[in-house]
T-cell receptor
Framework: EDKVVQSPLSLVVHEGDTVTLNCSYEVTNFRSLLWYKQEKKAPTFLFMLTSSGIEKKSGRLSSILDKKELFSILNITATQTGDSAVYLCAALNRDDKIIFGKGTRLHILP | KAGVTQTPRYLIKTRGQQVTLSCSPISGHRSVSWYQQTPGQGLQFLFEYFSETQRNKGNFPGRFSGRQFSNSRSEMNVSTLELGDSALYLC?????????????????FGEGSRLTVL
């Protein structure tokens, strides 16, 4: 059965810290890996990763995919209280099925 | 540009009843997908519609159904409600016309409909 596992499930850090969120996947006919941020209810898109080893960057956020080891990481540097959210990882397969992980709840203390 | 609109935002039903949820996608988006989010299972894919046709379906029982209208608005229906159907139901639209609407991975989510089954 296809699955996406995120770790840790929750994380509390202080403002200014750097965090690394992990996502591993076992998905048949894997196509791409997606990251979303869910602050209240509506998740918002962060990254889509299809190629191994190529870092995607947006401001203080960056992500990379390792298709050999079947995982991805999301890094957030110089964290701010506005980064507090649930971060969702999802795998997309070639049949266009999307499988989400349960998310990592990140809380940034001021 | 208006975002994805879901109605109702909150509703309470009792076991055995049925419910219909509505989703209006962003103007111009023809792909609409539905997801169920619970604390235990996380976000799970229900189904996806494009041009009034269901293109993809998750692993949910037949009590969960949906449809899409010619203006791309979509509805999902859950019949014979069970306690375990209590969840946040999220709708997402996409500009992509490829199957699944996920060529770029960018889904635009609505605020969701919070269903409580008593």
């Amino acid at each position: 059965e296809d699955k996406v596992v995120q770790s840790p499930l929750s994380l509390v850090v202080h403002e200014g810290d750097t965090v690394t969120l992990n996502c591993s996947y076992e998905v048949t006919n894997f196509r791409s890996l997606l990251w979303y941020k869910q602050e209240k209810k509506a998740p918002t898109f962060l990254f889509m990763l299809t190629s191994s080893g190529i870092e995607k960057k947006s401001g203080r956020l960056s992500s990379i995919l390792d298709k050999k080891e079947l995982f991805s990481i999301l890094n957030i540097t110089a964290t701010q209280t506005g980064d507090s959210a649930v971060y969702l990882c999802a795998a997309l397969n070639r049949d266009d099925k999307i499988i989400f992980g349960k998310g990592t709840r990140l809380h940034i203390l001021p | 540009k208006a975002g994805v609109t879901q109605t109702p935002r909150y509703l309470i039903k009792t076991r055995g009843q049925q419910v219909t949820l509505s989703c209006s996608p962003i103007s111009g988006h023809r792909s609409v997908s539905w997801y169920q989010q619970t604390p235990g299972q996380g976000l799970q894919f229900l189904f996806e519609y494009f041009s009034e046709t269901q293109r993809n379906k998750g692993n949910f029982p037949g009590r969960f159904s949906g449809r899409q209208f010619s203006n791309s608005r979509s509805e999902m229906n859950v019949s014979t409600l069970e306690l375990g159907d209590s969840a946040l139901y999220l709708c997402a639209s996409s500009l992509d016309e490829t199957s699944g609407g996920l060529n770029t991975g960018e889904l635009f989510f609505g605020e969701g409909s919070r269903l409580t089954v008593l």
